[in-house]
């Protein structure tokens, strides 16, 4: 490489990284050429898809569209990341399975992190409306939408069971 | 030629209730997609790795004077260059009509044509490199409207190089019955021009290659090309063709893919490219589309402007259908031939016509070449034909319903142009989308602005002759057991995320007792895998569970012999279900199905066993192209749409879409409404707001190739879906199945326009309904209420209207 690299000190799924990176590039790059970490996808590379959604500081962004050097000192959560404090499956990738709310699978991954961070901060189950708001910026191409918002309330009442439902 | 998946012997029928079929299941491979541990095309590393990008022309029509690359060259990093003089050899999805460079030899046909290729150590040293290209340009006058480029008699100023006919790429003319006489006698005849604007497919992975060469390619070095394809066999055809390499030294490999909806089913540029790269330079090369790549290779929906007359009796019966349709077919061919055919061959069903006639012109044009969008050449006709009907159905004072039983076809019939049709349950479409949506009940009371629009459609599962002839089965499928457990499936087909991995273990799954996580299904690896022609046509449920159906009936039986023989029974009172072997009349009896395996293998030998697929080639018509679009069975549909337009914007919100499909049966039921719901959503999105064109007064360039310019549905835009399956089981469909995957689309564009006319009275017979198109119709029809030309619509329910 020749432009000049910098030092990435970051926090990535729980786990300190330090990792030598050109300053040009995005967080995307970052995570998929230099740690390996495949499951953030690049449908654009412009922000217009969500593909590449990840969490920084527990909030959704664009990774594409993320300096990584935007990430110094901060926490970065990916989907190889979601399922840790669940047995390694998380309550809806285990939703979205059972729903069938993946077909190809590329979107998937963005999906997931914006409707992980949608229900954690509502902190209760969520409804469709807000899950079709919280998700607006990813775009799915296979599957018309209808089974990946009933897997997200799905998980959502999984998470959150009605009081006396349990 | 008879296959045991055409004529089952008795013995093959399952001797106790399906344990599997028809559930929702849980997919063979999603959870590792959802977990980011699937390996998409360019996800895959190799060590050494080179990067490559395309040079791509700016001009829509233009002679290459010159290229010089040596400065490209001189750049630290790069390692090798290719232009269009190292591939000759043109090819093109249909043998017929080779007609595509990988790179661009003399001229370039659109913005966009690829020039030359850089293989450099990263993507920014071959941008770079690319930037350093020097090519000369003799820029020529462009086509961009398809009737102009048809009207063109100066040949220097022809399109593609290889066209024979001037810039006509296909032209078909087929007239079945008196259609002159049956339409100008009509008591009703309906007349109207449509055109259906150019869509794109939308695939979220883009096209990637990744291509490496393991020894000497001269003597008997092995290419390997891995590729998000959805026609890997195809590839691996013209790439042999295009490298001058036999076949058996390429092995193609098709990842895990991120979508295709016939966006990836052909060979592209930059699957040839990173393969002479990687075998000049001897490294891994890799090349990835951008977003702009991907919308500049485009192969999406061809634009199609028609001209449509029907003819009715009094009852609402159709006498004639006459059509004529010019196909705006971009630069090249692509499937165009097919295309052309299609657009007027698919037509012929749900609905009986008395009389047909329909001619298609493909025109070349200066833009990026259309193909296959999901619904194949048969979308934009079914568009026009079902807006036909609508008008037909006002104008007699007929339910639009209603009219549509009146025609249809029905089952084990005939169409007008010669094809056969098997199991048929579109009248069952049309019975639960009315009852679903409360159409009798709620149409007539629906306010000004608010209305109810009702289609039907048909597909093809598949298609009977191959693209290249040949008599050896169109499908082909290799099961292993072993004495694990497991069963190993090996096939050809191509996942698009449609699911047909996890349709074969289904199918494996009830035959053979295994749940789905015991069986593995490998997947359209060339060196490993039989033949199969791909994902295209709707093919693999039929095709490919044919096949595999067969494969695993012929392992039932060895599994249940070695376990009939020691247990003393009759073969047929051993059953495989649920990881083991039982006695049906003694359920207590009963032996883990490993076992099982091990007593069968004991018997038997390794135990493995192949199944393979022909088409009955008896359902066609004795005609030139009577046998493009003859299928061994067919899919039906029926959509019904619910809108509210507001008359003072022109804004189309459309509410719910309730759609029936027969599928024949439902093998996964999840997995079907999916591709409904899918399927629905993209004709929703097409109807709306989609639009792949160029501009014509900026040379060319596409006017929107990116994910923001090029609309398409949010979560926040697409409205309700409600998908229906209707089982019409087919005597050609393992277990009775059907297509479902690309039929849903058809329908659902016609029932909104259908409903905008309910809603404010006006036809919307272009494409996409935006709001402006809307309003200037809303507005046209205003005035001629007011001068008592046309009746108000919907007079008596003024609410909504919108004041003068
Ligand atoms: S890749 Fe980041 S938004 Fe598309
Ligand atoms: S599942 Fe394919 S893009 Fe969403």
Redesign the pocket.
Same mark, same amino acid.
């Given at each position: 490489m020749s432009e000049a690299a910098f030092l990435l000190s970051t926090t990535v799924n729980g786990e300190p990284v330090t990792v030598a990176a050109p300053h040009h590039w995005t967080l995307l790059e970052v995570l998929r050429y230099k740690l390996d970490l495949i499951g953030s996808k690049q449908g654009c590379d412009k922000g217009d898809c969500g &593909?590449c959604t990840v969490q920084l500081d527990g909030e959704p962004v664009l990774a594409c569209l993320t300096l990584a050097a935007h990430a110094q000192g901060r926490e970065v959560t990916t989907v190889e990341g979601l399922g840790h404090c669940h047995g390694g499956c998380h309550p809806l990738q285990d939703a979205f399975d059972r729903w069938t &709310? &993946?077909?190809?699978?590329?979107?998937?991954p963005g $999906?997931l992190m914006s409707a992980e961070a949608l229900i954690r901060k509502r902190g209760r189950a969520v409804e469709h409306t807000e899950v079709a708001e919280a998700l607006a910026g990813n775009?799915?191409?296979?599957?018309g939408y209808t089974k $990946?918002l009933d897997a997200v309330v799905d998980a959502s009442q999984q998470m959150h069971p009605a009081p006396g439902k349990e | 030629m008879a296959t045991d998946a055409n004529n089952p012997s008795p013995e093959d029928a399952p001797s106790h209730d399906p344990w599997q079929l028809g559930q929702s299941h849980r997919k063979v491979d999603a959870m590792e997609r959802m977990r980011g541990i699937t390996r998409y095309t360019d996800d895959l590393k190799l060590p050494g790795m080179l990067h490559a990008k395309i040079l791509r022309s700016p001009h829509a029509h233009a002679r290459i004077k010159s290229i010089d690359t040596s400065k490209a060259l001189a750049l630290e990093g790069v390692f090798a260059i290719v232009t269009g003089q190292d591939f000759k050899i043109p090819y093109g999805i249909i043998p017929w009509t080779p007609d595509e460079n990988a790179l661009a030899v003399d001229k370039v046909l659109h913005v966009g044509d690829g020039v030359a290729a850089v293989a450099a150590r990263d993507e920014d040293t071959a941008i770079a490199a690319m930037r350093l290209i020097e090519v000369e340009y003799e820029v020529l006058k462009a086509f961009f409207d398809p009737e102009e480029s048809l009207a063109n008699t100066d040949r220097s100023l022809s399109i593609n190089p290889y066209g024979r006919k001037g810039n006509l790429s296909k032209r078909v003319l087929l007239e079945f019955g008196e259609v002159e006489q049956k339409i100008s006698g009509a008591d009703l005849v309906v007349e109207g021009d449509y055109f259906f604007e150019g869509t794109t497919h939308g &695939?979220?992975?883009p096209h990637c290659a990744l291509a490496h060469v393991e020894g000497d390619m001269s003597k008997s070095g092995i290419l390997t090309v891995w590729s998000a394809t959805q026609v890997s066999h195809y590839l691996h055809r013209e790439l042999s063709k295009v490298l001058e390499i036999p076949a058996h030294r390429i092995r193609v490999i098709q990842p895990p893919l991120?979508?295709a909806f016939g966006g990836k089913s052909e060979p592209f540029d930059l699957e040839f490219c990173a393969a002479k790269l990687a075998m000049l330079t001897g490294r891994p090369v890799k090349l990835l589309y951008t977003r702009e790549e991907v919308f500049y290779s485009h192969r999406g929906r061809h634009p199609m402007k028609m001209h449509y007359r029907t003819g009715f009796t009094r009852e609402g019966k159709i006498t004639g259908v006459d059509a004529r349709t010019i196909l705006d077919g971009g630069a090249y061919s692509s499937f165009g031939l097919v295309t052309t055919y299609y657009s007027g061959q698919l037509l012929c069903a749900p609905y009986e016509f008395a009389s047909y006639r329909f001619e298609s012109l493909r025109a070349y044009t200066n833009k990026p070449a259309c193909g296959p969008k999901r619904g194949h050449g048969s979308v934009q006709p079914r568009f026009a034909m079902e807006i036909q009907l609508d008008k037909a159905a006002v104008a007699l004072g007929i339910d639009p319903i209603e009219l549509r039983r009146r025609n249809n076809l029905g089952s084990e019939s005939t169409t007008v142009n010669k094809f056969r049709v098997g199991s048929n349950g579109f009248s069952e479409c049309l019975d639960k989308v009315e009852a679903a949506s409360g159409w009798r009940e709620r149409k007539p009371k629906l306010p000004y602005g608010r209305g109810l629009g009702v289609a039907g459609s048909t597909y093809i599962s598949g298609t009977n002759y191959p693209i290249y002839p040949n008599e050896m089965p169109q499908a082909a499928v290799q099961i292993c057991l072993d004495r694990s457990g497991r069963a190993r499936v090996f096939s050809g087909a191509n996942d698009i995320?449609q699911g047909s991995n996890t349709m074969l273990a289904v199918i494996v799954s009830e035959e053979l007792g295994l749940p789905l996580e015991d069986i593995r299904v490998l997947s359209a690896d060339t060196d490993l895998c039989p033949v199969d022609l791909g994902a295209y046509s709707s093919r693999i449920t039929l095709m490919v569970g044919n096949a595999c159906m067969q494969a695993a009936q012929k392992l039932r039986r060895k599994v249940c012999a070695a376990v009939a023989k020691r247990w003393e029974i009759p073969r047929r009172r051993v059953a495989l279900i649920a990881r083991k072997a039982l006695d049906l009349e003694n359920p207590d009896r009963s032996v883990p199905l490993r076992e099982a395996f091990c007593w069968a293998e004991a018997d038997n030998g390794l135990l493995g066993e192949v199944g393979s697929y022909n088409t009955p080639k008896d359902r066609h018509g004795d005609y030139r192209g009577g046998t493009i679009g003859a299928s061994p069975a067919y899919s039906f549909t029926a959509h019904l749409a619910e809108v509210e337009v507001d008359p003072e914007t022109g804004i189309v919100d459309v509410k719910t879409i309730w759609v029936a499909h027969d599928c024949g049966k439902a093998l996964s039921k999840r997995i079907v409404e999916g591709q409904i719901e899918g399927s629905t959503y993209m004709g929703f999105g097409e109807a709306l707001m989609e639009q792949h064109v160029v501009d014509p007064q900026h040379n060319g360039v596409h006017a929107s190739p990116s994910f923001l310019d090029y609309r398409m549905p949010t979560f926040l835009d697409t409205p309700k879906l409600e998908a229906m399956i209707v089982e019409a089981p087919d005597a050609n469909g393992p277990y009775g199945a059907k297509e479902a995957g690309e039929g849903p689309l058809h329908s659902s564009i016609p029932a909104i326009a259908n409903a905008i006319y309910d809603a404010v009275g006006v036809r919307i017979d272009t494409l996409p309904f935006s709001p402006a198109k809307v309003l200037a119709a809303i507005d046209a029809r205003r005035e001629q209420e007011a001068a008592g030309l046309v009746p108000e619509h919907k007079s008596g329910q003024t609410h909504g209207r919108r004041s003068a």
């Open positions: &593909a &709310a &993946a077909q190809c699978g590329f979107c998937t $999906i775009l799915c191409r296979c599957t $990946i | &695939a979220i992975e991120g979508g995320g």
